[in-house]
């Protein structure tokens, strides 16, 4: 099939960025989203052009480092999908698809398609672990834990960290990736010790990050490629207002 | 060149203990003066950059994504091994070891794995404590499963992502260290040479991905753990960016690289779909705890899985080995795909894909049971193939997925230049010539949190090294020779894309240096290796220039070094004239086309050493004596 696609193209942090049409001929349906801008690319590095910069690593939507919005909407709207596992099936002959990078102030534009995530990574050292040392740990199976929080736990544990939530949101928030953290380490009974700690320290982090506010609007859950589920938002902010009475 | 491994003497089961009370200690108060460099930020890097700066080293670490947390350990699906016996049937550290060693077909080396086995149940316990969300039973105890290659159930989980729950927690064990200033973290950056003073490894020079700037950092050591180099086959299941470059960089520089031939091919991958193909998808071969696989008796039957009957069908891997069936070890699995397709039995378009089919297990157990134990590989399944594998049996098919071979080191996991440690899939110490399935997490752990931190301090007092700076004259060599590199690189200015002689590069050394390997084919790879790598100095064509986020300058610079290596691997290849693990030389091989090892003479460890541009490299040999395990033939009937 052929589509015309309509690229944002930023040569730098702080140039001016613009769409540039491109048009992709041949595309298989087979082909993964990223595969189909490989081959884009390759006809530009042909050509003698720059190529389009995006990111992605494993190509197996689990390290979190592609991006993109599609047609306005992160990783392209397919449940539980992210753009690297998104096929060409899902596109028509002749279709127009606008990418763009993911839009927000904590996630600035490097290249292109390109942005830095670092804010997130900052928020995870403010306090998104549990503070054991190597060694020394008593036996795994020490503590019990019951199998529902644990299933619990890993539905928060499994975000990847690629920041859709924030590029889908009006305000851009970061709620959704927070909570996802606070509720994965609170949720066992290893990560309660210092829980209001934790959930303090990175609301305040997420906050000088310049991650917008929470209205709620669900679209953070809506493109999650992991599902993570919004009511995870709402313990986290349980969390938050224990932690604020206990003084902590 | 001197391949000491400094295995401590006494009984196998005693070594590491012993090691651990002769060795040397830097007192907590001198930690802080020392400098360590690690390189790569996956399993073990993460691992040992966070528990060297918890005990009071000053650590940089370096990675070439945007974070830690991407490092492609995080795709490991199945899970981690652990010597626990949780579930009460028959495992021990012993039992780990020899199956290790016995998967790895007997290549590996004995102290090592060992010791390996011994502090996998302490991996456990610190990933349990870290957060970690393993599976559970109702009574809130951990679950285990039984994983390819062994006959306990030993491997620790957490649904399909076990690889990302142990990376996010020693990511975040690194993130700690990083707020808390004693890591300083250097993401979007590669390394692109070691830098030695005085024969000892004082540093790196690293590009910075984003500006394009080439800096030198100094330090008392420098720990590699920048992963394996399945990518020089071009398609793999690796990530997009893992590379070579760290690890031949160091050979370059005099590490000697260690049976770099040893390949895994995986058995249970989703099938190629096109020249378009970047990556090949891994489904976890947990799925085979439940799965068949099979493929019809009579070549060229078309019909669709369904309507063939029973009675057409061949289940070859439980006809051909009983005992294990379906859990066979990943080489004997990947070839016995590999013979059927030969055959012409193979399915799907081109014929190269068998079935692995989860009919009996959705009647057996209900299709809750499967969707629970598997739900996000079949989903993951039915998005990339568009088909919905509780109805239609998965095609799958074997793709490269590992390298056992890496840069040799000793029991202290160092290399052959001092100060230079190697950690995790870029070593080569424990995986013989095949690793078994949920072992890589463990070693990658094992190394990272409880071998180096012992090992690197005995380093640092028993060498007495003076502090490097940058301002010697070796980091000024080296980042000359990358800035010199760098041009050369974007000068080309030819006709061809990097991709497109990459490709071309991993399609020939997947035919004459995969599944099946012989001498007529490795003779002719190492003929035209050479051809290509002087096409693509002449003819690829690199755009945009060094001082930008220039992707494809990245690219190009990993697949010149593959251009190199490759040759490498065909020669190791070429040299081991038997069949062992994943080195399959169709010329030794039983009756039944089983691997036919040569333990008269090839039980060492093949050791490169860089002799330079012109000139092969050197041989030499580890011989690999077993005090404690006899030599058998692999047997899995």
Same mark, same amino acid.
Not at chain 1, 127 to 130: A, E, L, Q, S
Not at chain 2, 415 to 418: E, K, L, V
Not at chain 2, 492 to 496: A, E, L, N, T, V
Not at chain 2, 545 to 550: A, G, L, S
């Given at each position: 099939m052929n589509l015309t696609l309509k690229v944002w193209r930023q040569k730098s942090p702080n140039a001016p960025g613009r769409f540039i049409t491109f048009q992709a001929d041949g595309?298989?349906?087979?082909?993964s989203f990223l595969e189909m801008l490989d081959v884009v690319n390759e006809g530009l590095i042909e050509k003698g052009e720059d190529p389009i910069a995006f990111d992605s690593d494993c *190509?197996?939507?689990?390290?979190?480092?592609c991006s993109l919005v599609i047609n306005g909407v992160p990783h392209g709207g397919?449940?539980?999908? #992210?753009t690297c596992q998104?096929?060409? *099936?899902?596109f028509k002959d002749g279709d127009t698809i606008t990418i763009e990078p993911w839009r927000a102030r904590a996630f600035p534009?490097?290249?292109?398609l390109v942005v830095n995530r670092w804010a997130f990574d900052r928020i995870i050292q403010a306090?998104?672990?549990?503070s054991v040392s190597t060694g020394?740990?008593?036996? #795994?199976?020490a503590i019990p834990i019951p199998k529902a929080d644990q299933d619990q736990s890993m539905d928060a544990a #499994?975000?990847?960290?690629?920041g859709a939530c924030v590029a889908a949101c009006k305000n851009a928030s970061a709620m959704l990736f927070v909570a996802a953290k606070v509720s994965h380490l609170s949720l066992l009974p290893q990560g309660k010790v210092e829980r209001h700690r934790r959930v303090t320290n990175m609301v305040k982090a997420m906050d000088a990050e310049g991650f917008g506010a929470c209205t709620v609007t669900g679209s953070c859950e809506a493109v999650c490629p992991k599902e993570i589920n919004l009511t995870f938002i709402a313990r986290m902010n349980r969390e938050y207002l224990a932690a604020w009475f206990k003084g902590k | 060149m001197n391949l000491d491994a400094k295995i401590p003497s006494g009984p196998l089961e005693k070594k590491w203990d012993r090691y651990r009370l002769e060795m040397k200690l830097v007192n907590p108060a001198n930690k802080r003066k020392f400098d360590v460099i690690v390189v790569g930020s996956g399993l073990a890097g993460a691992s040992a950059a966070a528990s060297l700066a918890e005990l009071g080293y000053n650590v940089q670490c370096f990675c070439f994504?945007?974070?830690?947390?991407?490092?492609?350990?995080?795709?490991?699906?199945g899970g981690i091994n652990a010597a626990k016996n949780y579930t009460n049937d028959g495992d021990s550290i012993f039992r780990l070891f020899y199956d290790t060693i016995k998967g790895g077909d007997f290549r590996a080396r004995e102290a090592n794995v060992y010791r390996l086995a011994q502090v996998s149940v302490n991996i456990i316990d610190q990933c349990v404590a870290q957060g970690v969300p393993f599976a559970r039973e109702y009574g809130g105890l951990l679950a285990n499963r039984s994983f390819g %290659?062994?006959?306990?159930? !030993?491997t620790f989980y957490a649904r399909g992502q076990t690889g990302q729950q142990l990376l996010l927690g020693a990511y975040q064990a690194l993130s700690r260290q990083i707020g808390l200033g004693a890591v300083k973290m250097y993401p979007r950056t590669e390394m692109l040479d070691v830098v030695l003073i005085d024969g000892h490894a004082k540093g790196v020079v690293a590009r910075n991905?984003?500006?394009?700037e080439i800096s030198s950092h100094a330090a008392d050591a420098v720990v590699l753990?920048?992963?394996? /180099?399945?990518?020089v086959f071009y398609?793999?299941?690796?990530?997009?960016?893992?590379?070579v470059t760290a690890i031949y960089r160091a050979f370059k520089k005099g590490a000697a690289f260690a049976n770099p031939c040893y390949t895994q091919i995986h058995p249970t991958c989703i099938p190629v779909s096109g020249d378009h193909q970047s990556k090949l998808t891994l489904m976890s071969e947990s799925l085979r705890n439940d799965g068949r696989v099979w493929v019809p008796k009579?070549? %060229? &039957?078309?019909?669709?899985p369904r309507q063939i009957p029973e009675s057409e069908r061949d289940y070859y891997l439980e006809r051909k080995y009983?005992? /294990?069936?379906?859990?066979?070890p990943r080489d004997i699995s990947s070839r016995a795909a590999k013979e059927v397709c030969d055959e012409g039995r193979g399915v799907g378009s081109g014929g190269l894909g068998v079935y692995l089919d989860f009919a009996d297990a959705i009647n057996r157990l209900g299709q809750r049971t499967i969707a629970e134990r598997y739900g996000n590989l079949f989903s993951m399944y039915e998005t990339i193939t568009g088909e919905n594998a509780y109805e239609v049996p998965m095609r799958i098919f074997p793709a490269v997925h /590992?390298?056992?071979?890496?840069l040799w080191v000793d029991y202290h996991l160092m290399?052959?230049?001092?100060g230079l440690f190697v950690l995790g899939?870029?070593?080569?110490? &424990?995986? %013989?010539a095949n690793r078994l399935g949920a072992s890589a997490l463990m070693q990658g752990l094992a190394d990272g949190y409880f071998v180096i931190p012992y090992t690197i301090g005995h380093y640092f007092v028993s060498a007495k090294q003076a502090k490097a700076s940058t301002s010697h004259p070796e980091f000024k060599k080296a980042e000359e020779e990358v800035k010199v590199r760098t041009e050369k690189l974007l000068s080309?200015?030819?006709? !061809?894309t990097v991709t497109s002689l990459h490709r071309e590069l991993g399609k020939l050394l997947w035919d004459k240096c995969g599944m099946a390997r012989h001498e007529a084919g490795l003779k002719e790879a190492l003929r035209k290796i050479p051809e290509l790598r002087e096409e693509f100095w002449r003819n690829a064509n690199v755009p945009g220039?060094?001082? &930008?986020?220039?992707q494809a300058l990245e690219q190009a610079g990993r697949v010149a070094d593959y251009m190199e290596f490759a040759e490498l691997l065909c020669l190791d290849a070429l040299n081991r004239r038997e069949s062992c693990g994943g080195h399959f030389?169709?010329?030794?091989?039983?009756? &039944?086309g089983e691997a036919l090892r040569d333990d008269q003479n090839f039980a060492f460890v093949s050791a490169w050493e860089y002799q330079g541009p012109a000139k092969p490299p050197a041989l030499h040999k580890e011989p690999l004596v077993y005090e404690e395990v006899k030599m058998t033939q692999r047997s899995y009937k």
């Open positions: 595309v298989i349906p087979d082909m *190509r197996e939507g689990i390290c979190g480092m397919h449940k539980g999908t #992210a998104l096929h060409m *099936r899902h534009i490097i290249k292109d306090g998104g672990f549990i020394g740990a008593p036996d #795994a199976n #499994a975000c990847i960290g690629c | 994504q945007d974070s830690p947390r991407r490092a492609h350990s995080i795709a490991a699906q %290659g062994a006959q306990v159930s !030993r991905l984003v500006t394009g753990a920048t992963g394996g /180099y399945g990518n398609l793999s299941t690796n990530a997009r960016g893992c590379n009579s070549t %060229g &039957d078309k019909r669709p009983p005992s /294990y069936g379906n859990l066979a /590992y390298t056992m071979g890496g290399s052959t230049i001092p899939e870029a070593n080569f110490s &424990d995986h %013989g080309i200015r030819g006709r !061809r220039e060094n001082q &930008d986020f220039n030389r169709t010329e030794f091989q039983t009756e &039944d």
